[in-house]
């Protein structure tokens, strides 16, 4: 597609759930990237994808939380046992390392709410 | 380790005033440097970035940037407000390195408009 696209938008799940986020990220593009974006908290860096592997997964919060990619494009962002502190908008972006200056594409996010 | 501090969450400003959104950032390595705006609802859109090139920096809408090194700044601006420009505004940080990294954002600031 023209850009990165996320799904599902909007996610209401109970207390204990698990829940799967994906993302879709613009052909091509190599690097994909998961941010958390809560009220007062700006965005928040969770992890980061090349091809299929993920160099960097500092920022997942904890080990509730795992992404996966599969064939360099299609990634899968995993909250098992969802705690009311997870509700959040989580972004996903991607960007190509081929002459990269940085920039990323965002998607329009997938909002959770955990009641 | 790279970070942004914005300062002011909230801005709120006259239509036709001036817009100055401040950025200051910490890197141990040269950066580039990225502002993004975020409207309602919508995932992020760049406005403009700093790459090592010129310091005062154009990007979309009207707004600029400059690159001050010696104050460790990359403010915002726009000379006169539109009511459109209201939204959420994200500064961002990444390493200089040639190849895909993270972006680390500031927590972002909110601008208003009045009539």
């Known amino acids: 597609g023209a850009g990165v696209s996320q799904s599902p938008s909007n996610k209401v799940t109970e207390k204990g759930k698990d829940v799967e986020l994906r993302c879709d990220p613009i052909s091509g593009h190599t690097a994909l990237y998961w941010y958390r974006q809560s009220l007062g908290q700006g965005l928040e860096f969770l992890i980061y994808?090349?091809?299929?592997?993920?160099?960097?997964k500092s920022g997942l919060p904890s080990d509730r939380f795992s992404a996966e990619r599969t064939g360099g494009s299609v990634s899968t962002l995993t909250i098992q046992r969802t705690q009311q502190e997870d509700s959040a908008v989580y972004l996903c972006?991607?960007?190509?390392?081929?002459?990269?200056?940085?920039?990323?594409?965002f998607g329009e996010g997938s909002r959770l709410t955990v009641l | 380790a790279q970070s942004v501090t914005q300062l002011g969450s909230h801005v709120s400003v006259s239509e036709g005033a001036l817009v100055l959104l401040r950025c200051n950032y910490s890197s141990s390595v040269p950066p580039y440097l990225f502002w993004y705006v975020q409207y309602p609802n919508q995932g992020l859109q760049l406005l403009l970035k700093y790459t090592s090139a010129a310091t005062l920096v154009k990007g979309i809408n009207g707004f600029e940037a400059e690159f001050k090194k010696s104050e460790t700044s990359f403010h915002l601006t726009k000379p006169s407000a539109h009511m459109s420009d209201a939204a959420e505004y994200f500064c961002a940080v990444s390493p200089n390195t040639g190849t895909a990294s993270k972006l680390t954002f500031g927590t972002g600031t909110r601008l208003q408009v009045t009539l």
């Open positions: 994808f090349q091809g299929n592997s993920a160099p960097d």
């Open positions: 972006a991607s960007s190509s390392t081929y002459r990269d200056t940085g920039e990323l594409f």
